[in-house]
């Protein structure tokens, strides 16, 4: 049984930095795809970032392109998303997910697993 386990979040000034991890246990995702999303109080759950399913690429939301960046370090099994620049309008629950079927990646729908989320709030 895969398990995603999201930290790093918290309250961060605008302009400022966080970094967000995804710990997976369980099975290696190495097949597979890992993405972030990311849903504020109110509004529908959105595509932030993910790796292609090759794993050659990545891809970014327009909101966040260029200011955030998805890594990951396989011997450990984990993903990252680096934010920065932040703000007000970055606050929100964000999430991890793997999806281990290609599909459309900016779709909830198509990711299998997810975790259980991080609260990021950009505030002054």
């Known amino acids: 049984q895969l398990q995603l386990v999201e930290s790093g979040g918290g309250l961060v000034q605008p302009g400022g930095s966080l970094r967000l991890s995804c710990a997976a246990s369980?099975?290696?995702?190495?097949?597979?795809?890992m993405g972030w999303f990311r849903q504020a109080p109110g509004r529908e759950r959105e595509f932030a970032a993910t790796?292609?399913?090759?794993?050659?690429?990545?891809y970014y939301a327009d909101s966040v392109k260029g200011r955030f960046t998805i890594s990951r370090d396989n011997a450990k099994n984990t993903v990252y998303l680096q934010m920065n620049s932040l703000k007000p309008e970055d606050t929100a629950v964000y999430y991890c997910a793997l999806r281990i079927r290609p599909g459309d990646y900016v779709l909830p729908r198509y990711y299998d697993y997810w975790g259980q989320g991080t609260q990021v709030t950009v505030s002054s």
């Open positions: 369980g099975r290696a995702f190495g097949r597979g795809a």
């Open positions: 790796f292609s399913w090759t794993g050659g690429s990545t």
